[in-house]
């Protein structure tokens, strides 16, 4: 073990301060792991009794890992347990559900009665259009309520949704819609982001100009600029204000999927990962109820994109399915200044909050004087995902948000459908850096590359041993895929594709992929899916892009090029461009070197693994036995130590 990681991994068990436990946690969480020691299903049973099932269960799981289900035979509707349970609650029907605040600073919130009403009449509308249980619709929303209705109305009918992140290009837009088949798009003409507006309609009627199968749009006219509508566009407001009686409520199998959300994997075509109905409301209520630990008048702001599936574990379903009062901001944490994520807190009374890490590292590089001026009494808890906390960062917001709050480190993936493993709200004591320990109903394994489960304190690849309601149940239209991607590598357990190590006290420490899927900003996205619109350039002939540690990001690709005789003279430029405009603005390279060849090995494998390290630290510290040239290798090193055409990534 090298001595970063030794010392990583040594970090103090920090008991909970006295103002940080919770009684009622405390209760609950024995209770809850007693019956996961017994058996976890047992606890999976205690989980689902804490929602509202039209009809019970008769089986609680068959099946293992790669194929399985879970409360068989029973029916169960996820915008019932979100919404209309909160809606026919004479205590919580006139509590904000959701509070909305838009960059330029406008204002709108929605009781969970007002929200049903939404919800009833958008499902009623989408009936009116012709979509039925299994047809699927695309939400390309930016963070507004209307992302909530439009979900939960789906829900409401049994459509399967999938939700654009609405900074995807025009190619990465159409290719979802493509591989979806959407029979329906819920569009916003624009949305507001860093002072401008992202015109989200523009980009949608370009995607979707070159599909065989023309889906119907629902425009929702956020800007106020009246756009004026083409053939197969309906208005959004007109849309729900015709509906007079809300949509039936469609009594679902749980093992039905609920929806669909594209996930990069080690190739370039994403992969639609298919959640089910059931088990995602299960999973995603234990998620919120553990990490954030729903109180009486919290204000959870979920500090994020609604295209990222953190959203709807934390906010959508999850934090709707225990009754909280969820803030939604559309814009950039940093517009018009640097002081804006205070001032949202302060105007709302957040109490808890949950962001990817760099949110937190951009917090701790505002000025100290303008943090001083917002202290945030009522904040009570930090939570981080999506992407590696350090222990730094950790450390600072626990002392500098806040007046001392407790930070919950939590890990999970798109492919999990909500986060797994972390300290329990006002329960568990807390190490910097660590995503704590499985909580109930979860079991994993760190093993070596045949599969052995390693000693603490050894690195390996993480996995997951046990199946659990949230798990992905396929990939869209390929089950084979889901198959191959994640139990083919390890067969009988599920693969996580991340590296961890476990320390002598049994808290986890992931410390990032395996394979060449990097996060950008808490962003998944294939190196593969890059470097095929680096190749499409005129002049590459070869192209390799791996992810490099960034103080604010996480992680930046780089890429390195071969051009060929006669390449333009504004190739590197060209290259700079095509990335974000293809993939969106959030992927834009920080580096493109031009190099004479890359290093493969003998079997022609270019070695990213050592363009990852020379990238990272200037050097090749992995093993160079199976270069094939190490001249080359050493011409690249010598590349990355001159200036190399660069671009500042836009946050």
């Not at 809850?32 to 019970?56: C, H, M, N, S, T």
């Not at 994109?305 to 901001?329: E, H, K, R, S």
């Not at 910097?432 to 079991?443: I, Q, R, Y």
Request: aromatic fraction near 8%; proline fraction near 6%.
């Amino acid at each position: 073990m090298s001595d970063n990681l030794t010392a990583l991994i040594a970090a103090e068990l920090l008991p909970l301060r006295p103002e940080w436990i919770s009684p009622q946690y405390q209760d609950e969480a024995a209770e809850a792991r007693a019956l996961d020691a017994q058996d976890p299903d047992l606890y999976w049973e205690w989980v689902a009794a804490r929602q509202r099932w039209q009809r019970p269960w008769t089986t609680l799981r068959r099946g293992e890992l790669g194929d399985f289900e879970y409360y068989v035979g029973g029916r169960i509707n996820v915008a019932d347990n979100c919404v209309d349970r909160w809606a026919e609650d004479p205590v919580v029907r006139d509590r904000p559900a959701v509070i909305w605040e838009g960059e330029p600073g406008d204002t709108r919130t929605v009781t969970y009665a007002e929200l049903a009403d939404q919800v009833g009449r958008l499902a009623a509308g989408l009936l009116e259009l012709g979509v039925r249980r299994g047809d699927v619709v695309a939400i390309y929303l930016p963070n507004t309520i209307e992302a909530f209705v439009a979900v939960h109305a789906c829900n409401r009918i049994g459509a399967v949704y999938t939700i654009l992140f609405s900074g995807f290009s025009e190619e990465a837009t159409r290719s979802r819609l493509e591989q979806a088949e959407a029979k329906v798009v819920i569009v916003a003409d624009g949305s507001y982001r860093r002072g401008r507006v992202v015109p989200l309609l523009e980009t949608l009627r370009a995607a979707r100009a070159s599909l065989s199968v023309q889906p119907t749009t629902i425009v929702f006219d956020r800007t106020g600029s009246g756009p004026v509508l083409t053939s197969g566009e309906v208005d959004y407001d007109r849309l729900v204000r015709a509906q007079t009686e809300w949509a039936p409520m469609e009594e679902m199998d749980p093992n039905e999927p609920a929806f669909l959300i594209f996930t990069s994997g080690t190739s370039a075509k994403p992969k639609g990962v298919v959640h089910s109905v059931g088990g995602f409301l299960v999973g995603t209520w234990a998620n919120a109820h553990w990490q954030v630990g729903p109180e009486d008048g919290d204000v959870y702001w979920v500090a994020a994109d609604v295209g990222w599936l953190t959203f709807p574990i934390q906010a959508v379903v999850g934090g709707l399915a225990n009754g909280m009062t969820v803030l939604c901001y559309e814009g950039a944490l940093d517009t018009p200044t640097d002081e804006r994520f205070f001032e949202v807190c302060e105007k709302h009374g957040v109490t808890k909050v949950l962001a990817a890490p760099t949110v937190l590292r951009v917090l701790r590089g505002v000025d100290p004087d303008k943090r001083a001026a917002h202290p945030l009494p009522a904040l009570k808890l930090v939570t981080a995902q999506g992407e590696p906390l350090d222990s730094e960062t950790f450390t600072w917001a626990m002392e500098g948000l806040g007046a001392g709050v407790p930070v919950i480190n939590a890990y999970g993936q798109t492919e999990t459908g909500s986060t797994w493993t972390y300290p329990i709200y006002g329960v568990d004591a807390l190490k910097a850096g660590s995503a704590g320990t499985p909580v109930p109903g979860h079991a994993c394994a760190v093993v070596d590359a045949e599969g052995r489960p390693v000693p603490a304190g050894v690195k390996g690849d993480l996995v997951i041993t046990r199946p659990f309601p949230t798990l992905a149940r396929t990939v869209w239209k390929d089950p084979q895929r889901y198959r191959d991607a994640y139990f083919s590598r390890f067969p009988g357990v599920y693969a996580t594709h991340d590296e961890a190590v476990v320390d002598g006290e049994g808290h986890l420490w992931v410390l990032g992929r395996s394979d060449d899927v990097i996060n950008i900003a808490a962003h998944r996205i294939s190196t593969m899916e890059i470097e095929e619109v680096v190749g499409s350039v005129p002049g590459v002939l070869e192209a390799a892009v791996v992810g490099v540690p960034d103080a604010t990001k996480g992680t930046v690709p780089v890429a390195f090029v071969r051009l060929g005789q006669g390449a333009p003279a504004d190739t590197e430029e060209a290259i700079l461009a095509a990335v974000p405009r293809e993939l969106g603005r959030y992927v834009q390279l920080a580096t493109v070197y031009v190099a004479g060849a890359l290093p493969r090995t003998r079997t022609g494998k270019t070695m990213r693994r050592l363009l990852r390290d020379v990238a990272a630290t200037g050097r090749a510290t992995g093993d160079t036995s199976a270069v094939e040239d190490v001249a080359v290798l050493d011409d690249i090193i010598a590349l990355v130590s001159k200036p190399a055409t660069t671009q500042e990534a836009e946050a």
